[in-house]
């Protein structure tokens, strides 16, 4: 069975609600569940997959945490995990929604990593997310500031795709 991480990085809490929801959903344990300020990229050696997620800030800028450790992380041979990505944003911030996501997507595009689990924005309002890559959603975009209720049915759907996928890697 394929052993699953979770990495985030979370400014005020939200990005770290979400990653305590997606490790029930997936029934990963506690020692799992990494705060990426506290943890350095070597750390990712003991799974096969990863779930990195991420807030975004500033004028769409990834988290000051997860930007330093992604940093490293491109350092890392990533060609044997599997790689989703998860992220906290504000679709009212209509042109910079939930960047976070493609900027992890797009810094770890040359790791060679095998990214999966894509999703939708659907019921969001904006302009630009750089979470979209050439009309595919590269990962779960959470707005829990102005639609808090569809956090838990978005997490569960994503986390279904994941068990989904993985059912099929065994
Ligand atoms: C100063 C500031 C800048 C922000 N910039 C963006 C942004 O560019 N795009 C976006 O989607 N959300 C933006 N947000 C919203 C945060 O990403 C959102 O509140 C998120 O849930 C915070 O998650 P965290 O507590 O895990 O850090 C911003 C929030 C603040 C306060």
Known sequence: MKKIGIFYGSTTGTTKSVAEQIA??????????????????SEVADYDVLLLGASTWGAGDLQEDMATF????????LSDKMVAIFGC???????????????IYHALHD????????FNNDGYTYRHSD????????????????HPDDTAMRVKLWCADIKAELEGEE
């Open 24 to 41: 029930a959903e997936l029934g990963v344990e506690q020692k799992d569940i990494h705060d990426v300020a506290e943890s350095a990229p």
């Open 111 to 118: 790791t060679h990593a095998q990214f999966f689990a894509p």
């Open 131 to 146: 979470s979209d890559v050439k009309g595919m959603i590269v990962g779960l975009c959470i707005d829990n500031t102005n």
């Open 70 to 77: 992604i940093d490293g992380l491109q350092m890392v041979d």
């Open 89 to 103: 944003g504000d679709d009212q911030m209509a042109d910079t929604f939930c960047n976070s996501v493609g900027e």
